[in-house]
């Protein structure tokens, strides 16, 4: 493990010792005063927003980190940040900017597959360094896109998942399965349908619907009229999501809901019409940011909370995954810049061979064929209304 990596864990406990053991960043053999530019794509407005949100109060923690303690060998940390708005459009121009005017050295983002659909392409064809948190299995290929690297699960983990837990848990083999028309909504659709049919479980709704429309019943029926003993919802759309557990809550129509993550957030939350509403709904989260069967998060996750808590972060409308994911990218980005300086060569091949990168989200490995960093057995489910410092309670029947 390298040395930012243990800075990184001892800024997680105080300030004091960030700002001692960032100052001990080995030099590299660049202009000292330099900053890295880091291009950020988030969605911090629009629909699709609730991540962006989060994971970027992570990333702002860790710039400010940095840069209080000295930068990269006094290189400083410089977040040039454009708002996607939720629109593949947008991302796209601002990529350009990015990489053509900004001339930037590494992007983080876009941070919903949908926009990222759009960009990742482009930054291939301009030879960017990129680093995205998307779950679309298509967004990485090594052969394709050699300098794109995902530092979170991809649909098949998330699939695996969340549908085994339906089919082989919770014992429902009849499942309605709904997705917003967004590229991430339609691709999960297309992938989810077939894996559920494999683990032995029969599809008896699918369907992909405006993320925007004000009134669900009609599908919920849909869904009842069909049998359906659970609904697996697929998009990050807070709005839709919330509509779709207000929607059963009023038919009082008892079936599990299980899916996408942001059932789970402070935003949906907030758009609940009743907080029983939220019972029997277990989104998709991940082991190292969720309380075990005593209610303890694990150490890494803990003293993250206790810092954001000292700092006075809003985590009451996001998820901590979201914000952890933030402040590992950055500190991913700056230990890669520690170790070889910030060409795009050398940090391709630094990434290539990165092994357990120790993230407060997860540990995160990359090989020169595999691109999807995120380990398979951290990949779990959880109960929405245990939600807690964005941090939930495993799912019952999930084990410890």
């Known amino acids: 493990m390298s040395k930012l990596s243990i800075t990184r864990r ?33 969605a911090l407005t629009g629909p699709s927003s609730s991540t962006g949100v989060g994971m970027t109060r992570g990333a702002q923690l860790a710039v400010d980190e940095l840069n209080k303690a000295g930068g990269v060998d006094g290189r400083m940390i410089e977040l040039i940040v454009r708002d996607t708005q939720s629109d593949p459009t947008k991302a796209v121009n601002a990529t350009a900017e990015l990489t053509r005017s900004a001339k930037v050295d590494v992007i983080f983002g876009p941070l919903n597959s949908g926009e ?19 779950w679309v299995d298509s967004l990485t290929d090594p052969k394709k896109y050699p300098l794109c690297y995902r530092n979170a699960p991809t649909n098949q983990q998330i699939g695996r998942a969340s549908n085994r837990y339906v089919v082989e848990v919770l014992k429902k083999k009849k ?16 992938a989810y349908v077939p894996m559920v049919k494999q683990m032995g479980g029969e599809v008896v709704y699918q369907a992909s619907v405006d993320a925007a429309n004000p009134d669900l019943k009609p599908e ?19 709005g839709f999501l919330s509509r779709i557990i207000n929607t059963r809550g009023q038919m009082v129509w008892d079936v599990p809901i299980c899916g996408q993550t942001t059932l789970g957030s402070g935003q949906t939350q907030q758009l ?51 914000i952890g994911v933030g402040y590992d990218t950055l500190y991913m980005i700056a230990e890669a810049a520690k ?20 993230g407060v989200y997860g540990d ?27 941090a939930f309670n495993l799912a019952p029947g999930y084990g410890v």
């Open 10 to 42: 001892q800024a997680l406990k105080s300030a004091g010792a960030a700002a001692i053991a960032a100052s001990s960043v080995a030099k590299p053999a660049i202009a000292a005063k330099e900053p890295i530019l880091i291009g950020y794509l988030p």
């Open 116 to 134: 990222s659909l759009a960009v990742v392409p482009i930054l291939a064809r301009s030879n960017t360094l990129q680093i995205h948190p998307c």
């Open 175 to 190: 499942i309605a399965i709904i997705s917003d028309t967004t590229g991430y909504g339609t691709s999960s659709l297309n």
């Open 220 to 238: 919920i029926l849909r869904m009842q009229a069909a049998g359906a003993e659970a609904i697996m919802p697929w998009s990050v759309n807070a």
């Open 272 to 322: 609940l019409e009743k907080p029983e509403y939220w019972a029997k709904v277990y989104p998709n989260n991940f082991r190292p940011v969720c309380y075990d069967s005593t209610g303890k998060l694990p150490e890494r996750a803990r003293v993250f909370v206790d810092r954001l808590h000292t700092l006075k972060i809003d985590m009451g409308d996001t998820l901590l995954w979201w």
């Open 339 to 358: 170790a070889v300086g910030t060409d795009t060569k050398a940090m391709e091949g630094y990434y290539n061979k990165m092994k357990k990168f120790a």
């Open 364 to 390: 995160i490995s990359f090989t020169p064929e595999n691109h999807d960093g995120y380990p398979d057995d951290e990949v779990v489910m959880v109960e929405a209304n245990s939600l807690k410092d964005g």
